[in-house]
T-cell receptor, first 117, second 109 residues
Framework: DARVTQTPRDKVTEMGQEVTMRCQPILGHNTVFWYRQTMMQGLELLAY????????DSGMPKDRFSAEMPDATLATLKIQPSEPRDSAVYFC???????????????FGSGTRLTVV | RKEVEQDPGPFNVPEGATVAFNCTYSNSASQSFFWYRQDCRKEPKLLMSVYSSGNEDGRFTAQLNRASQYISLLIRDSKLSDSATYLC??????????FGTGTRLQVFP
Protein backbone atom coordinates (compact mmCIF):
# COMPACT_ATOMS: atom_id res chain seq x y z
CA ASP A 1 0.00 0.00 0.00
CA ALA A 2 1.21 3.50 -0.82
CA ARG A 3 1.91 5.53 2.29
CA VAL A 4 2.60 9.09 3.37
CA THR A 5 5.82 9.01 5.39
CA GLN A 6 6.49 11.49 8.17
CA THR A 7 9.63 11.99 10.21
CA PRO A 8 10.42 12.18 13.04
CA ARG A 9 7.70 10.14 14.71
CA ASP A 10 8.28 11.86 18.05
CA LYS A 11 10.17 15.01 18.93
CA VAL A 12 10.88 16.54 22.32
CA THR A 13 12.60 19.89 22.25
CA GLU A 14 13.25 22.86 24.47
CA MET A 15 11.44 26.12 24.07
CA GLY A 16 13.23 28.38 21.61
CA GLN A 17 14.72 25.61 19.51
CA GLU A 18 14.04 25.12 15.83
CA VAL A 19 11.94 22.12 14.85
CA THR A 20 11.74 20.68 11.35
CA MET A 21 9.17 18.07 10.38
CA ARG A 22 9.33 16.21 7.08
CA CYS A 23 6.77 14.53 4.90
CA GLN A 24 7.10 12.34 1.84
CA PRO A 25 3.75 12.34 0.00
CA ILE A 26 2.50 9.41 -2.02
CA LEU A 27 4.16 9.34 -5.43
CA GLY A 28 1.94 11.02 -7.99
CA HIS A 29 -0.14 12.97 -5.49
CA ASN A 30 -0.18 16.66 -6.33
CA THR A 31 -1.76 18.10 -3.17
CA VAL A 32 -0.10 18.13 0.25
CA PHE A 33 -1.60 19.35 3.50
CA TRP A 34 -0.21 20.09 6.95
CA TYR A 35 -2.63 19.69 9.86
CA ARG A 36 -2.13 20.13 13.59
CA GLN A 37 -4.17 18.18 16.12
CA THR A 38 -4.69 19.02 19.78
CA MET A 39 -7.25 17.79 22.27
CA MET A 40 -8.82 21.23 22.53
CA GLN A 41 -8.93 22.28 18.87
CA GLY A 42 -9.05 19.00 16.98
CA LEU A 43 -7.53 18.95 13.49
CA GLU A 44 -6.62 22.39 12.20
CA LEU A 45 -5.41 23.03 8.68
CA LEU A 46 -2.13 24.91 8.74
CA ALA A 47 -1.17 25.04 5.06
CA TYR A 48 -1.48 23.22 1.78
CA UNK A 49 0.25 22.95 -1.56
CA UNK A 50 -0.75 21.92 -5.02
CA UNK A 51 1.95 21.00 -7.51
CA UNK A 52 4.44 22.32 -4.91
CA UNK A 53 2.93 25.83 -4.93
CA UNK A 54 1.52 27.10 -1.63
CA UNK A 55 -2.22 27.67 -2.01
CA UNK A 56 -3.25 28.55 1.50
CA ASP A 57 -1.25 29.08 4.67
CA SER A 58 -3.80 31.20 6.49
CA GLY A 59 -4.02 28.70 9.34
CA MET A 60 -0.36 29.01 10.17
CA PRO A 61 1.21 31.49 12.64
CA LYS A 62 3.43 33.29 10.14
CA ASP A 63 5.88 34.72 12.63
CA ARG A 64 7.26 31.34 13.64
CA PHE A 65 5.97 28.70 11.21
CA SER A 66 7.03 28.10 7.64
CA ALA A 67 6.07 25.39 5.16
CA GLU A 68 7.83 24.51 1.94
CA MET A 69 7.99 21.88 -0.77
CA PRO A 70 11.56 21.85 -2.07
CA ASP A 71 10.59 19.09 -4.49
CA ALA A 72 7.65 16.85 -5.28
CA THR A 73 8.82 14.16 -2.86
CA LEU A 74 9.38 16.33 0.20
CA ALA A 75 7.31 18.77 2.23
CA THR A 76 8.70 20.45 5.33
CA LEU A 77 7.17 22.31 8.25
CA LYS A 78 9.47 24.39 10.40
CA ILE A 79 8.86 26.11 13.70
CA GLN A 80 11.39 28.69 14.84
CA PRO A 81 11.45 29.47 17.71
CA SER A 82 9.28 26.74 19.20
CA GLU A 83 7.00 27.41 22.17
CA PRO A 84 5.22 25.07 24.62
CA ARG A 85 1.84 25.92 23.00
CA ASP A 86 3.13 24.34 19.77
CA SER A 87 2.97 20.92 21.45
CA ALA A 88 0.62 18.85 19.31
CA VAL A 89 0.54 16.09 16.71
CA TYR A 90 1.37 17.37 13.25
CA PHE A 91 -0.07 15.40 10.34
CA CYS A 92 0.79 15.55 6.70
CA UNK A 93 -1.75 14.33 4.14
CA UNK A 94 -1.59 13.97 0.39
CA UNK A 95 -3.99 13.36 -2.45
CA UNK A 96 -4.96 14.18 -6.00
CA UNK A 97 -6.64 17.57 -6.03
CA UNK A 98 -7.55 20.19 -8.58
CA UNK A 99 -11.30 20.40 -8.70
CA UNK A 100 -12.42 19.83 -5.15
CA UNK A 101 -11.59 16.98 -2.85
CA UNK A 102 -11.49 13.60 -4.58
CA UNK A 103 -14.14 11.05 -3.71
CA UNK A 104 -11.60 9.00 -1.80
CA UNK A 105 -10.41 11.89 0.36
CA UNK A 106 -6.79 12.22 1.29
CA UNK A 107 -4.24 9.88 2.88
CA PHE A 108 -2.63 10.86 6.16
CA GLY A 109 0.83 10.09 7.45
CA SER A 110 1.24 8.70 10.95
CA GLY A 111 2.11 12.12 12.34
CA THR A 112 4.88 13.79 14.31
CA ARG A 113 4.17 14.11 18.01
CA LEU A 114 5.87 17.31 19.13
CA THR A 115 6.47 18.21 22.75
CA VAL A 116 8.03 21.56 23.56
CA VAL A 117 9.23 21.88 27.15
CA ARG B 1 -19.75 29.21 14.96
CA LYS B 2 -17.43 26.37 13.94
CA GLU B 3 -17.52 25.29 10.32
CA VAL B 4 -18.15 21.67 11.28
CA GLU B 5 -19.76 20.68 14.59
CA GLN B 6 -20.08 17.31 16.20
CA ASP B 7 -21.19 15.98 19.56
CA PRO B 8 -17.92 14.89 21.21
CA GLY B 9 -19.59 12.01 23.07
CA PRO B 10 -18.47 9.60 24.31
CA PHE B 11 -21.13 7.23 23.09
CA ASN B 12 -20.92 4.05 25.14
CA VAL B 13 -22.86 1.21 23.52
CA PRO B 14 -22.98 -2.57 23.92
CA GLU B 15 -21.89 -4.92 21.18
CA GLY B 16 -24.63 -5.43 18.64
CA ALA B 17 -26.21 -2.03 19.21
CA THR B 18 -27.05 0.49 16.53
CA VAL B 19 -25.57 3.93 17.03
CA ALA B 20 -25.92 7.13 15.03
CA PHE B 21 -23.80 10.27 14.89
CA ASN B 22 -24.78 13.60 13.43
CA CYS B 23 -22.70 16.48 12.24
CA THR B 24 -23.68 19.96 11.07
CA TYR B 25 -21.78 22.26 8.75
CA SER B 26 -22.06 25.99 8.23
CA ASN B 27 -21.08 26.53 4.59
CA SER B 28 -24.05 25.81 2.34
CA ALA B 29 -21.76 25.77 -0.70
CA SER B 30 -19.86 22.74 0.59
CA GLN B 31 -19.26 20.19 -2.11
CA SER B 32 -17.94 16.94 -0.66
CA PHE B 33 -18.46 15.17 2.60
CA PHE B 34 -16.66 12.34 4.33
CA TRP B 35 -16.47 10.34 7.51
CA TYR B 36 -13.00 9.52 8.78
CA ARG B 37 -12.13 7.18 11.59
CA GLN B 38 -9.28 7.82 14.01
CA ASP B 39 -7.98 5.26 16.46
CA CYS B 40 -6.15 6.35 19.60
CA ARG B 41 -2.71 7.77 18.77
CA LYS B 42 -3.13 6.99 15.08
CA GLU B 43 -3.77 9.01 11.96
CA PRO B 44 -7.25 9.65 10.57
CA LYS B 45 -8.33 7.17 7.89
CA LEU B 46 -11.12 7.55 5.39
CA LEU B 47 -14.15 5.50 6.40
CA MET B 48 -16.50 6.54 3.64
CA SER B 49 -17.57 9.35 1.39
CA VAL B 50 -21.08 10.72 1.80
CA TYR B 51 -23.25 11.09 -1.28
CA SER B 52 -26.42 13.12 -1.70
CA SER B 53 -28.49 10.00 -2.24
CA GLY B 54 -27.08 8.34 0.86
CA ASN B 55 -24.76 5.38 0.74
CA GLU B 56 -24.07 2.17 2.57
CA ASP B 57 -20.93 0.16 3.14
CA GLY B 58 -21.63 -3.02 5.06
CA ARG B 59 -22.78 -2.06 8.54
CA PHE B 60 -22.20 1.64 7.90
CA THR B 61 -24.72 4.03 6.36
CA ALA B 62 -24.02 7.68 5.64
CA GLN B 63 -26.61 10.28 4.75
CA LEU B 64 -26.51 13.90 3.72
CA ASN B 65 -29.24 16.48 4.20
CA ARG B 66 -28.23 19.57 2.26
CA ALA B 67 -31.32 21.56 3.19
CA SER B 68 -30.57 21.22 6.89
CA GLN B 69 -26.82 21.07 6.40
CA TYR B 70 -26.19 17.94 8.34
CA ILE B 71 -24.52 14.60 7.78
CA SER B 72 -25.15 11.40 9.65
CA LEU B 73 -23.38 8.10 10.16
CA LEU B 74 -25.25 5.00 11.30
CA ILE B 75 -23.41 1.93 12.55
CA ARG B 76 -25.42 -1.27 12.86
CA ASP B 77 -24.44 -4.34 14.87
CA SER B 78 -21.58 -2.54 16.63
CA LYS B 79 -18.35 -4.46 17.14
CA LEU B 80 -15.68 -3.93 19.76
CA SER B 81 -13.36 -2.98 16.90
CA ASP B 82 -15.63 -0.04 16.02
CA SER B 83 -14.40 1.78 19.13
CA ALA B 84 -12.69 4.89 17.80
CA THR B 85 -13.26 8.58 17.17
CA TYR B 86 -15.37 9.38 14.11
CA LEU B 87 -14.55 12.61 12.34
CA CYS B 88 -17.02 14.45 10.16
CA UNK B 89 -15.24 16.12 7.25
CA UNK B 90 -16.47 18.77 4.85
CA UNK B 91 -14.93 20.15 1.69
CA UNK B 92 -16.23 23.73 1.60
CA UNK B 93 -14.49 24.67 -1.65
CA UNK B 94 -11.29 24.02 -3.55
CA UNK B 95 -9.34 21.11 -2.10
CA UNK B 96 -9.50 21.90 1.60
CA UNK B 97 -10.92 19.43 4.05
CA UNK B 98 -12.37 20.86 7.26
CA PHE B 99 -12.60 18.42 10.15
CA GLY B 100 -15.00 18.32 13.05
CA THR B 101 -13.50 17.63 16.45
CA GLY B 102 -14.84 14.09 16.38
CA THR B 103 -17.30 11.87 18.19
CA ARG B 104 -15.86 9.20 20.41
CA LEU B 105 -17.45 5.76 20.33
CA GLN B 106 -16.76 3.08 22.91
CA VAL B 107 -18.31 -0.35 22.30
CA PHE B 108 -18.34 -2.62 25.35
CA PRO B 109 -18.84 -6.40 25.59
Amino acid sequence: DARVTQTPRDKVTEMGQEVTMRCQPILGHNTVFWYRQTMMQGLELLAYFRNRAPLDDSGMPKDRFSAEMPDATLATLKIQPSEPRDSAVYFCASGLGGSGAPAYGYTFGSGTRLTVV
Amino acid sequence: RKEVEQDPGPFNVPEGATVAFNCTYSNSASQSFFWYRQDCRKEPKLLMSVYSSGNEDGRFTAQLNRASQYISLLIRDSKLSDSATYLCVVNPWTDKLIFGTGTRLQVFP
